[in-house]
């Protein structure tokens, strides 16, 4: 059919458009110069500087730490924000909507320098100065209002009614939650959890703002080196990341693809 | 049954965390410290009114429009396109979507500067093809495509999570009542997903108001930007009140234009959207 | 979808494993906190002045001098040792930012280069050790520009339109512009920033972009045939690119200063002051020179470096090429002056 065709291609595009940059610093982590400028020779010599550094990968822990813990904190708090928040009567709901809108909108360097200065003024009371806790804490911040903004359209989309059927049959609210409400709303959640850790793997103003004590993530890492050049061994370290992530989703889909052959099976 | 008390966490966080600084920045929007001491002046919100912020303010509003509407045009196919019977068993589609956003942002800006600029792939490619160079680097094309690389996921996957699991049994009984792809298209499926869109709309149109690297390191830096203008005042100048009265002024803009925009909706869908 | 759940709860009970883990057993040693630029130290250094006198060095990173600004005066990250440019030293001295450097800690300090001491931006040496220097000038692509290069008005030249990079800098740009029209890159005098500003307006059209650090990149690719740089970045990308040549124009230029400060209200002076002596160590400031590639006002270390460096005169200039150099001043009662000038420049079509 017409349809499936002009579907592969758009999506092919698509993806080639995605990729096209990824490819390019892949194939210049193996260059022999320093620069994007030229291509000067095949090497492997950034990858073996890459693994002398521990300073770039202390960062890497710090970025991966940071990344899963706020998405998966933020993930829960939003979820349960976003089952609250739809809930609410219309002006409660504005209010509460408009104010999470704040850390979309506003520059990275406002929320960053306004969340430092708030660290700053407690930090008498709570004797923590800047670092990896309070870089979590601005991450969670940031990323509530993404996922709040994913598992709303799911809230909206979902029947009342099943829920209340639910209740009716004797669930408790608790239980029809759970078994009702949360798997409808699942790919809500889900785009949520990836959005945040997106956002958190690769942020840099917030980050700066409101760590210290030696606490470092990629992003700092590159961007304070932008002076100098940006050295290969972070596009060595970007091309492990990817294929790391590339071999992940290879064998989770494989999985997948086996548990769904098993379902086919015992079905018929 | 009202389960509002399941946002009680999120707004004990709000509180400290998103109302507190907020309130700071009041606080350097409206005050002005003099030698006598902190008194309240409007006078760094007036300064935003003179012509060259407002237009700097327009320029920004409207690239993030344009940046907005390419994403809805492109993403909402390729969120259809997941979401259909082809493509839907597979999971792990959605996933590629945001994976090139884990790589640094500046690595993928350079690696854009590489393949668009003079001598880079594009370059090479045409030249194969005997077509004439193009000058695709420092140009505002450069911009819009920057832009659009950088947000595309924050459009296609909430629109994605709302296609799949839509109620099919609504379109098919729309197909048995005769209706072609393009009605269902219309009056079926866009409105039923239009909770998506629209925060796929709010998730881009946002944060792309105050983006401006990319500008600069794609757009030859040309112009100046709602966001370098409020960087500037913060670390250059030093001037907290003039960036804090920016941005405020910017966020009220923006939440005003967004609740005009939802009342619209709101006639359209006939369900609460706030 | 339970899959991606699963995984996501694997790595977070892993990362809070190796977090608890990593966070017990570490003894209290005396610790010193550097804030420098990225990637601007040999990090062998480090570890070597680690073992030498047993204390922890906490390294943090920055991008530019106003955000390394930003953070220490907020007060929150407490660092004890830093590395600003001239004037971020000159504001920070003004603002009480710094503490005096006892030098009887710091004897190393004899082998810096007279011509580094007494600057403008801390005039009596009372404050600050210079780490890096160099210059700022026109690299320019010898197969792009067939004449010779020796004035700032080349980059008002119509033949190169659109073939030009100015740097996206306020103080920068500007100072580039006042130093074309002969005025100081640190005046107050409102009518020669006007006068800048017509100049940079003027020239807009021929800019084919206003770069960061991305500059170095650009020439080495051949985007473009005339360039404001840094010597240092001049030096590197020479290197990568022979068809490139870096020239101080003779209406004088910017000269930078890159040096050591101790912070004020540091616990750690007897610490930082060691470290700033072991920084001038010859064979430690001839490895920094070494790895970072950028000119070294340390006369020892200058002493060991390659012969080709030394005649290179991009990266060690002679007198006469520095003759109408100034280093940045502060300018902190004018600097919304220069701020309104630029985001005009930037705005104007």
Not at chain 1, 142 to 167: C, G, T, W
């Amino acid at each position: 059919m017409v349809g499936r065709i002009v579907k592969r291609v758009y999506l092919y595009l698509i993806f080639l458009f995605l990729y096209a940059p990824i490819v390019m610093l892949v194939v210049y982590s193996f260059n022999e110069s320093r620069s994007m400028g030229r291509w000067s020779g095949f090497t492997l010599k950034w990858y073996a500087e890459l693994f002398k550094d521990t300073e770039v990968l202390r960062a890497l822990y710090n970025t991966l730490a940071i990344a899963v813990l706020s998405a998966v904190i933020a993930t829960i708090i939003g979820t349960a924000a976003a089952i609250g928040i739809h809930e609410m009567k219309r002006i409660k709901k504005a209010i509460v909507m408009n104010l999470t809108y704040l850390p979309v909108i506003n520059p990275d360097i406002v929320t960053g320098v306004s969340l430092m200065l708030l660290f700053v003024f407690t930090k008498p009371f709570t004797g923590m100065g800047l670092g990896f806790f309070t870089m979590l804490l601005a991450h969670i911040t940031f990323n509530i209002p993404y996922v709040i903004l994913s598992v709303m359209p799911k809230l909206k989309q979902l029947d009342r009614h099943v829920y209340e059927a639910a209740l009716d049959l004797g669930a408790t609210p608790f239980y029809a939650l759970r078994k009702v409400v949360i798997p409808q709303i699942m790919p809500g959640i889900v785009t949520g959890l990836l959005l945040a850790f997106t956002l958190s793997i690769d942020d840099f103003v917030i980050s700066f703002f409101t760590t210290g004590s030696g606490v470092s993530n990629i992003a700092i890492y590159v961007y304070s080196m932008a002076r100098r050049g940006v050295n290969p061994k972070i596009n060595a370290l970007s091309t492990i990341m990817f294929v790391t992530v590339l071999a992940l989703l290879l064998i989770v889909n494989k999985r997948m693809n086996k548990d769904n052959s098993k379902v086919k099976e015992s079905v018929r | 049954m009202r389960r509002t008390w399941y946002a009680y966490p999120y707004l004990v966080w709000m509180a400290i965390f998103i109302v507190v600084p907020l309130f700071l920045l009041l606080f350097y929007t409206f005050t002005a410290t003099t030698e006598e001491g902190i008194r309240f002046t409007l006078q760094h919100i007036k300064r935003i009114w003179e012509p060259i912020y407002l237009i700097v303010l327009l320029r920004s509003i409207l690239l993030a429009l344009i940046c907005t509407v390419v994403c809805l045009l492109i993403g909402y196919p390729v969120a259809l396109i997941l979401a259909s019977k082809e493509y839907s068993q597979n999971k792990v589609l959605a996933l590629l979507f945001v994976i090139p956003m884990w790589i640094n942002f500046l690595v993928r800006t350079y690696a854009w500067m590489s393949l668009l600029g003079k001598n880079g792939l594009i370059d090479m490619v045409m030249d194969f093809l005997h077509l004439p160079p193009v000058q695709l680097l420092y140009t505002d094309h450069a911009v819009v495509l920057g832009m659009v690389y950088n947000f595309l996921p924050f459009m296609v996957l909430p629109i994605y999570s709302v296609l799949t699991k839509m109620d099919k049994s609504i379109i098919e009984a729309a197909e048995d009542l005769g209706a072609d792809y393009i009605t269902v298209l219309k009056r079926i499926i866009i409105p039923l997903s239009l909770p998506g869109v629209i925060s796929g709309i709010t998730m881009v149109f946002m944060p792309a108001v105050t983006t401006f690297i990319i500008s600069r390191l794609l757009g030859g830096g040309q112009y100046i930007l709602i966001g370098n203008l409020i960087e500037q005042q913060f670390i250059v100048v030093g001037d907290w009140n003039f960036g804090s009265a920016i941005s405020f002024v910017l966020t009220v803009i923006i939440l005003i234009s967004m609740g005009i925009m939802r009342k619209y909706d709101r006639e359209y869908e006939g369900g609460a959207i706030w | 979808m339970k899959k991606v759940f699963k995984i996501f709860g694997l790595f977070f009970s892993v990362i809070m494993v190796v977090g608890i883990l990593a966070g017990c057993g570490s003894a209290p040693k005396a610790q010193l906190k550097v804030y420098n630029w990225g990637d601007y130290i040999d990090e062998t250094v480090i570890e070597e002045f680690e073992k030498k006198y047993n204390i922890d060095v906490i390294y943090d990173t920055f991008a530019t001098n106003e955000e390394m600004y930003v953070k220490v005066k907020g007060g929150g990250a407490d660092y004890d040792v830093a590395f600003p440019s001239d004037y971020m030293i000159e504001r920070m001295i003004k603002e009480g930012m710094l503490e005096k450097i006892d030098f009887s800690n710091v004897p190393n300090y004899k082998y810096i280069d007279e011509r580094f001491k007494n600057l403008p931006y801390d005039p009596n040496n009372e404050y600050s050790v210079p780490y890096m220097w160099g210059t700022v000038g026109i690299l320019y692509n010898k197969k792009m520009v067939d004449e010779p290069v020796d004035s700032w008005k080349i980059l008002w030249d119509e033949k190169y339109k659109k073939q030009i990079f100015m740097l996206d800098s306020s103080r920068d740009s500007i100072g580039v512009a006042l130093k074309m029209l002969g005025y100081s890159l640190n005046t107050r005098n409102i009518d020669e920033l006007e006068q800048a500003k017509e100049a940079l307006i003027r020239q807009k059209p021929l800019v084919l972009s206003y770069v960061g650090d991305e500059v170095k990149e650009a020439m080495i690719s051949g985007q473009a045939a005339l360039a404001v740089v840094w010597s240092g970045d001049a030096v590197y990308t020479k290197r990568e690119n022979p068809d490139l040549d870096y020239v101080i124009p003779k209406e004088g230029s910017n000269l930078w200063v890159d040096a050591m400060v101790i912070l004020k209200g540091t616990k750690n002076k007897k610490a930082a002051e060691q470290f700033i002596n072991f920084m001038c160590e010859p064979e430690i400031a001839f490895r920094n020179t070494d790895y970072i590639g950028y000119s070294t006002p340390h006369t020892e270390a200058k002493k060991m470096l390659d012969p080709e460096i030394l005649n290179d005169r991009t990266a060690y200039p002679p007198d006469e090429d520095l003759k109408n150099c100034e280093v940045f001043e502060a300018l902190s009662d004018v600097i919304k002056e220069y701020d309104r000038v630029w985001t005009e420049v930037k705005a104007a079509r």
